[in-house]
């Protein structure tokens, strides 16, 4: 009977029959910052532990709610001062939270958070990535360099594989790089030139990429002692 049904449904319509939620596969993907937001990350194993090596950089918003940790991460939080509460979660634990990772292995407190979570709230659920309505996806980082790649749950193996050829290809000096081509546009966007220079100047930096921290050095006082300030 239930094959009769599903019979007739597409792919996403089937998924959805099984799991029980509402499909929605418009993820946009977006850099935050998430200073001020209230992060409540539920469970305290493997999972818990990933994303909140992501999530570091507002260590000051963060609460973890679990009765117990994983060793590597209670170390983690006891290097980094993250509040940790030693319980069962409860819906007062995340009822102002703005970003809230479900990371439990317990079914039943996964479907509760999901069920009585704040509405306005972004929802990440480890278990079942539709359920929640924001994806974590991979990243590369080389300084101000941030790569995220994401195969929308099709294949998380699949994304640390690109993520691994991606990686091979970036040169070793590319940080490096990417902070003088930081520093160069800083500099461009001050001068007195026209619009024309301006882009040629900022094109030429990337079309014959500079990496040696002497010849950006020279490159920097050529621009300079040019009289491109007064063109
Ligand atoms: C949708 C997403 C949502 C999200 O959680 O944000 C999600 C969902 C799920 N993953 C599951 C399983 C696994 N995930 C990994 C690994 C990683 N998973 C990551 C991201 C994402 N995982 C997001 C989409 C990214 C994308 O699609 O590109 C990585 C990239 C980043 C990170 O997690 O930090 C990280 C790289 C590891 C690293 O860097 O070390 C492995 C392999 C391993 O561990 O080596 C397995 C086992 C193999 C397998 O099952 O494929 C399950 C089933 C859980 C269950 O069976 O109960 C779900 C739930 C579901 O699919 O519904
Ligand atoms: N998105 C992803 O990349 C992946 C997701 N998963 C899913 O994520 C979930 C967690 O995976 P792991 O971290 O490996 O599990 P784990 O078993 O290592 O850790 C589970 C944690 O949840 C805590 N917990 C249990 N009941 C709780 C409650 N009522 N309130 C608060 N905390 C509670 C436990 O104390 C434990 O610390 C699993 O359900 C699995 O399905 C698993 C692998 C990858």
Redesign the pocket.
């Known amino acids: 009977m239930i094959f009769c049904q599903l019979a007739c449904l597409d792919s996403i319509s089937i998924l959805q029959y099984i799991l029980g939620v509402e499909i929605n596969m418009n993820y946009l993907p977006l850099f935050l910052n998430l200073q001020n937001k209230q992060i409540v990350i539920i469970g305290g194993g493997q ?1 818990a532990e ?2 909140l090596i ?1 999530l570091l950089p507002f260590k000051e918003n963060i609460t973890i709610v679990s009765p117990a940790l994983d060793k590597s991460l209670r170390q983690l939080i006891e290097l980094h001062n993250v509040y940790w509460l030693q319980t069962t979660c409860q819906q007062e634990h995340f009822k102002k939270a703005d970003l809230i990772v479900i990371a439990t292995n317990d079914p039943i407190t996964n479907q509760y958070v999901l069920e009585n979570a704040p509405t306005s709230a972004w929802i ?7 359920a ?1 309505n ?5 990243t590369i980082q080389k300084g101000k360099l941030q790569i995220a ?12 594989k690109l ?1 691994k050829s991606l990686e091979a290809e970036l040169p070793d000096q590319y940080e490096q790089y990417i902070d003088f081509l930081f520093e160069a546009r800083q500099l461009i966007k001050q001068l007195n030139i026209s619009v024309a220079t301006r882009k040629q100047l900022l094109h030429e930096i990337v079309e014959k990429p500079i990496y040696s921290k002497k010849d950006q050095q020279v490159w920097f006082e050529k621009l300079k002692k040019t009289n491109v300030m007064h063109d």
């Not at 990440?124 to 539709?130: D, I, L, R, S, V």
Request: charged share 20%; no cysteine; aromatic share 4%.
């Open positions: 999972v990933r994303r992501r990440n659920a480890a278990h079942q990535a539709e929640g924001i994806h974590f996806p991979i790649i994401s195969t929308g749950g099709a294949s998380p193996i699949l994304a640390k993520k």
